[in-house]
């Protein structure tokens, strides 16, 4: 804060702003001045650029002159989720008293500071979407973790390794994670600055605490009952999101009503390599689609935000996916169940959040009588799942709620077209508080009254224009436009002058006033004391509806699954505990969506199993479909454990546990990393995990780097998975290094398929049918022709290409190690090479040298080795 405004020139208002704002110096102020809500100083300036209000001065020229702007308090909802989705922390400070009743400065303080991750507004919150804060607690090797959805009260906690923190925050996408401060650069390193953060101090991060914390909130003695007794660092975590909220002035947390362990051993693992690419829930490219846009057939918003955590988090027990996978049948099978329970869906809103903001006591009328009605839709939904002959659906039925006695509160209680807001305008119901409806018809008569006597006055003056109105200045007036200005009875009292009418004021008129006011008064009074006990008491419920609104959110995502099924004719798929992969004409869920008319997605079979085939190499040109066969195959598993029916004719897929995905590393170079180190450091964590249930994707592996560099990579990882005694993960390899397609003579699980093209003339055209065999040739050379690089290259590099591998054929690779070996003798032998000392060698090594072998593509090496080949006349 600068002197300036620090001068002896401070004024109470302004002392007390200071007071306030010392107390909250990272967030911006919004401080209540009668209408308004102001900003000062820095945050003034801050307010008047991201809201587009202009900026002015207050005190201007004194010594205590400061920037200001503001707007009016009613304007809140529009600019506060301005202020913080643009990344500010925003305190809102409130008048605390009535203005009329105090003589002194009124007293103000901070009611709520709003952050990215703590919000409320619907128009900060997308519907569709969790809005999750998140706290990390960092330990050595092990990290504890908690997400918090203020506005559902759902709370989750879990430890874990870096890789799995890391995972799950992708997974949940927080708006805003908060740390320990001394774990500043520590955070930064492990997940870089692309998160909203705040710091809390080191102390609330220690196992008493956190605690201490959840105990006193839970009510319990320990947190055995929500089975995280075990997770110190989870439980620190969740206690700092705890102690957050509290800073934050947010203590109403009825709705916080339990804490879920993020079960690792329930759900599939998915490394976070394989929730990007394959494209989950968030785009590789912009604008480009995502498994959860194509399968999301959900009605409400509970279900939306559910399909996500589903699509994350797949379940590995086959007992849960087959009741999903059941529910799902049943829905298919019975078109009339389905629109029964689609019906009553359309016309369920958000029940999550409104029943949270009942128990943080910031439900509006309105919202009551939504929700109320939201609810009368459970009893047809129970009634239509007892049809069902489904487990999980009949499960549903029964464990749905009616909560009949809050829609019959709520009946009883509000008026059935409330005022959307308190004070603005009728709530309560007639009937309900005799004082209440003696009021109104005060009130009521003592506006008849203001009307006839409206009447009667025009009549008794001759001003047919006049008018009975009301403001807050002066309360109810009459108002005579100028023409008729010279009719206005001398008794009456002139009390303002406009352009082009008078105002005025009767005792007759204020006798009214008096009486119509004091009512009103009295009635805002008694309605907020009576709204206020609803919505104490209609807190009983937040319990039932949180499970119902789960309930419901269940019922949603397996309508949807059905519906999908239908639409896009998936089938259903049979899960066991077997260790095969036997997939039947599937499909790419997301392509075959995007394909253009007239084109049909070529479905293919894949098969992999323990004994026989655990690999699969796939080799094809660029561009000839062995990446979506990947994904596909990755994506029609994946569905299945979430209990979806599947992009294909059928298939018999035994449960898989991981997940790992690999894609050639050329959008890492960027990070300064060669490629070489991160794809082998990326890919010794897959090896370091693997197990007999693990499914990996290993897409162009050593495609970053040199050809043999890349084959050798290539090779000793298939060779790894293959020998490793512990497991046999089932992987398939894209690859268009068909050197690799040797490995199948010497390993006998691994088997060699391609994606099939046809050569006619010139073109290529691509079949996408996934058949038995290697390929022929690489097709490196075939892409560079596609490029338009001149015949000539072309040809040499074609010539080239035969000399290449007739070499390297002689040369035998039996298994990496030969190559190890072979690339030590090589620099053995380029020392004496260069130590002749010839001016083209010296050229020669020049070129060498300058090349960087951990980004050259094939191609570029193609056409190195032919200016190298022209040095020496070539
Ligand atoms: N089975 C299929 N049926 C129809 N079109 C397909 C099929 N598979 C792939 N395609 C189309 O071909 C395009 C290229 O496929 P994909 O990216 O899988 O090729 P690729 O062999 O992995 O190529 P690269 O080596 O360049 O990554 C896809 O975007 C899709 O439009």
Partial sequence: MSKKEKGPAETPLMKQYNEIKAKHPQALLLFRVGDFYETFGEDAITASKTLGIILTKRGAGSPSEIELAGFPHHSLDTYLPKLVRAGHRVAICDQLEDPKMTKTIVKRGVTELVTPGIAFSDKILDGHHNNFLGAIHFGKEIHGIAFLDVTTGEFFTAQGNTEYITKLIQGFEPSEIIYQKNKHSLFQELFGTKYYTFRLDDWIFTPDFGKERLTNHFKTNSMKGFGIDDLEYGIIASGAI????????????????????????????????????????????????????????????????????????????????????????????????????EHELNEIGDMERLISKVAVGKIHPKELRVLSRILEHMVPLRDACSHSVSNLLQQLSQRLEPCEEFIQLVERMLLKDPAVMLGKGPVIANGVHSELDELRAISESGKDYLEAMQERESEKTGIPSLKIAFNNVFGYYLEVRNTHKDKVPEEWIRKQTLVSAERYITPELKEYETKILGAEDKISAIEAKLYFELVQKLSAFVGAIQRNAFLIAQLDCLTGFA??????????????????????NGRHPVIEGQLKAGVEYVPNDVYLDKEEQQIIMITGPNMSGKSALLRQTALIVL???????????????????????????????????????????????????????????????????????????????????????????????????????????????IHNYNVSVKEVGQKIIFLRKLVEGGSEHSFGIHVAKLAGMPTKVIQRAELMLEQLELNHRSSEMKNVKDVVIQAGASNDMQLSFFQLNDPVLEQIHDQLISIDINTLTPVEALMKLNEIKKLTGG
């Fill in 639 to 749: 569905m299945a454990q979430m209990g979806s029916f599947i992009p294909a004719d059928a298939a018999i897929l035994g449960i898989v546990d991981k997940v790992f995905t690999r894609v050639g590393a050329s959008d890492n170079i960027s990070s300064g990393e060669s490629t070489f180190m991160v794809e082998m450091n990326e890919t010794s964590s897959i090896l370091n995990n693997l197990s007999d249930r693990s499914l990996i994707l290993l897409d162009e592996i050593g495609r970053g780097t040199s050809t043999y560099d890349g084959i050798s990579i290539a090779w000793a990882i298939a060779e790894f998975i293959h020998e490793f005694p512990q497991a046999k993960g089932k992987t398939l390899f894209a690859t268009h290094y068909h050197e690799l397609n040797e490995m199948a003579v010497q390993f006998p699980r």
């Fill in 242 to 341: 705890l102690h957050y909220l509290g800073e934050t002035q947010h203590d109403k947390l009825g709705h916080i009503t339990q804490i879920q362990r993020i079960e690792e051993e329930k759900y599939v693992w998915l490394d976070r390599f394989t929730i990007r690419n394959l494209e989950l829930i968030a785009p590789l490219n912009e604008g480009g689609k995502t498994l959860f846009n194509v399968i999301n057939g959900t009605k409400t918003p509970m279900g939306d935000r559910l399909l996500k955590r589903w699509i994350v988090m797949p379940l590995k027990h086959e007992e849960q996916i087959n009741l999903r996978i059941d529910a799902v049948a049943d829905l298919t099978d019975k078109h009339s169940l389905r629109a029964e329970i």
């Fill in 563 to 584: 519906d999908l099924a239908i639409r896009n004719n998936y089938s259903k798929p049979t899960i066991n505990d077997s260790y095969v992969i036997d997939i039947k």
